[in-house]
């Protein structure tokens, strides 16, 4: 079992830099592939970037490929998504998640646990 708390969100400009936290509890945390999520305002969740249990392999949307980095240190427990050249269409709470598999976390139905979400704002 695993708890999320994703931290770092905020107010930024465009074409800004802003890093994301999500910090773990449960002692297999190692074991889990790790993912980040966002939802704008009404609109769906959509996937943004997964990491697998060793941090070698990555995946990421398109939308935000090239500007975004999904790395993980397991030592602290934690998950991390630096997000550069920032847009105002990068809006959203951002939802750290987990599972089992790498490609489980690239679907909102594959996810066994999401954090409570950070509210990133890029204003033009």
């Known amino acids: 079992q695993v708890q999320l708390v994703e931290s770092g969100g905020g107010l930024v400009q465009a074409g800004g830099s802003l890093r994301l936290s999500c910090a773990a509890s449960?002692?297999?945390?190692?074991?889990?592939?790790m993912g980040w999520f966002r939802q704008a305002l009404g609109k769906e969740r959509e996937f943004v970037a997964a990491i697998n249990w060793s941090g070698g392999n990555t995946y990421y949307a398109d939308s935000v490929k090239g500007r975004f980095t999904i790395s993980r240190d397991n030592a602290k427990n934690t998950v991390y998504l630096q997000m550069h050249s920032l847009k105002p269409e990068d809006t959203a709470v951002y939802y750290c998640?987990?599972?089992?598999?790498?490609?489980?976390?690239?679907?909102?139905?594959?996810?066994?646990?999401w954090g409570q979400g950070t509210q990133v704002t890029v204003s033009s």
């Open positions: 998640a987990a599972s089992v598999d790498l490609w489980r976390v690239t679907d909102i139905r594959g996810v066994d646990y």
């Open positions: 449960g002692r297999t945390f190692s074991s889990y592939a």
